[in-house]
């Protein structure tokens, strides 16, 4: 079993920047995707970003490409998602995702979600 904390959600003003750190525990999750994703009151639960298990390939979102950076540490324990000039769109309860077989998923392990909200 995988356990995924997610953290350094926030409030920040429009055009501010967080970073959100998912760290994971357990079995490991080197050889699989990580990836985020982001829900928000009403709304299906939507891709955001992922990485590949050697961090060499990215996949974003058209929303956020450009604007969101997603990396993970060497040792695979952990995935961040730098985000810049944010806007009030992307308030959303931001989940980390792990143990994906494609960059889309399906993934196995998912975080209790950390909440991100963007004031105009």
């Known amino acids: 079993q995988v356990q995924l904390v997610e953290s350094g959600g926030g409030l920040v003003q429009a055009g501010g920047s967080l970073r959100l750190s998912c760290a994971a525990s357990g079995r490991t999750v080197s050889g699989y995707f990580a990836a985020w994703f982001r829900q928000t009151p009403g709304k299906e639960r939507e891709f955001a970003a992922a990485i590949s298990w050697n961090g060499g390939s990215q996949y974003y979102a058209d929303s956020v490409k450009g604007r969101f950076t997603i990396s993970r540490d060497n040792a695979n324990t952990r995935v961040y998602l730098d985000m810049n000039s944010l806007k009030p769109e992307d308030t959303a309860v931001y989940y980390c995702?792990?143990?994906?077989?494609?960059?889309?998923?399906?993934?196995?392990?998912w975080g209790q979600g950390t909440q991100v909200t963007v004031s105009s």
């Open positions: 995702a792990a143990g994906g077989g494609y960059y889309r998923g399906p993934y196995a392990y």
